[in-house]
């Protein structure tokens, strides 16, 4: 009688649900799993060594290609162990606008995660929607930093400028009628503070046509209730942060629990799950959105209320404006200098931490007195829910393990990085 085996699966990592590059090498009983082995590296780029030969300021680009889905919150965190090695405090504008794109952020990389969840479980609908949205927020960032995704808006001692008056506009192509133009910049008419609050008010309805797809779908929830299931304290145990462990019912935030920038000033609520399963995890991120929405229109109303410097006045900080470096000899010297060799930051050690969109990014930074970093260190929220895979995976069948992948919310530059 011939002898039965279990199979050995490659998932990955070409598989569009791998989500980058993950190759998860499964162990299989017929189709139920027994075993799962994520192997990783597959993005490896060495960002923190190569954080160690570069000056301090000139590392902040590298932050945003670590998660990036999440770009300003990645930087938040370098900038904040640079700052807390240098013993300064950002203006309390700069504050505000941080806290802002940080909530903004935390939109793009809900909406990323809800299509491309979405798509791996076959709701091909709220892709399109989702995108739909980020649009928009793209938009912001391109409008601050002039590019749509890998920023580098915040620095030690602020942000790179102050918001801008006006939003950039749609013109008329083959493409795209007058009437059509019309449309698309109704609400691009005023300032980008009035962008982000026409946005902040008609997001919640976006978020309820996403429910109305999802929340009560047969099938939705036939694949992600009692999907990966984790206990609260074993998601402690396990080193889970954001929703991964608010999903579980465990109320930890560090916007809260450890408040950072103006969060102690802000009005919001920290939405918890009860079973610990993809299901919950997946209204804790949708509840998320709104809370974010919230939040980001209490910046607005202060932010327009309260105009003010957005950067530190000390020029061994922070350079001379550009109009300054264009016309000014000795400024132009000091630009040059401040982006080519940096500035020398007291010898110490940080831990700066964010609440970011998948949970606690934290970076660790020595510095030896010199210009560069001596050692950092990036906490990839992703790596601990990553080596969870085969607790969560165990038991199910080969189709959960794409919802549960999904549910991770699972970035490969942090991990890998």
Not at 241 to 249: A, D, I, V, Y
Not at 250 to 256: F, I
Not at 275 to 295: F, H, K, P, T, W
Request: charged share 25%.
């Amino acid at each position: 009688m011939p002898e039965i085996r279990n199979m050995t699966l490659n998932f990955g990592p070409q598989h569009p649900a791998a989500h980058g590059v993950l190759r998860l090498v499964l162990e299989m009983d017929g189709e139920v799993i027994e075993r799962a082995d994520p192997h990783i590296g597959l993005l490896h780029r060495g960002t923190e060594k190569l954080a160690e030969s570069k000056p301090f300021n000139q590392s902040i680009g590298y932050m945003d290609r670590l998660d990036y889905v999440s770009m300003m919150c990645n930087e938040h965190a370098y900038v904040m162990a640079i700052e807390r090695l240098l013993g300064v405090t950002p203006p309390i504008r700069a504050q505000y606008i941080r806290v802002m794109f940080d909530e903004i952020t935390r939109v793009l990389n809900h909406l990323m995660w809800l299509g491309a969840h979405g798509l791996d479980i076959g709701a091909m609908t709220v892709f399109l929607y989702c995108f739909r949205e980020r649009e928009d927020l793209m938009d912001c960032y391109e409008a601050v930093s002039g590019t749509r995704m890998h920023a580098t808006y915040y620095r030690p001692g602020g942000v790179y400028r102050d918001l801008p008056d006006r939003m950039p506009q749609y013109q008329p192509s083959k493409l795209r009628s007058d009437k059509m133009v019309r449309e698309l910049n109704a609400n691009r008419q005023g300032s980008m503070l009035d962008f982000i609050e026409d946005f902040a008010d008609r997001f919640p309805a976006c978020v309820d046509e996403y429910e109305t797809l999802l929340t009560d779908n047969r099938i939705w929830k036939q694949r992600t209730v009692d999907i990966g299931i984790v206990t609260p304290e074993r998601a402690q145990a396990l080193g889970f942060t954001g929703p991964m462990l608010r999903g579980s019912g465990v109320a930890w935030d560090l916007r809260k629990k450890q408040p950072y920038e103006v969060y102690h000033l802000m009005d919001f609520d920290i939405p918890i799950g009860v079973n610990g399963d993809c299901y919950d995890r997946y209204l804790v991120r949708i509840e998320e959105m709104r809370q974010s929405a919230r939040i980001i229109k209490q910046c607005v109303q202060w932010l327009r209320a309260n105009p003010g410097p957005v950067m530190l006045e000390d020029h061994k900080l922070t350079p001379p404006s550009r109009a300054e470096m264009k016309g000014d000899m000795e400024s132009l010297i000091h630009h040059f200098k401040h982006f080519t060799e940096g500035y020398c930051v007291p010898a110490g050690e940080a831990y700066a931490a964010v609440e970011h969109p998948k949970g606690e990014f934290g970076i660790y930074l020595v510095s030896d007195g010199a210009n560069k970093p001596y050692r950092l260190k990036a906490r990839a929220p992703g790596f601990p829910h990553l080596a969870a895979m085969n607790e969560l995976v165990q038991g199910h069948m080969l189709a959960d393990v794409v919802a549960i992948i999904g549910t991770m919310d699972i970035v490969f530059g942090e991990i890998d990085r």
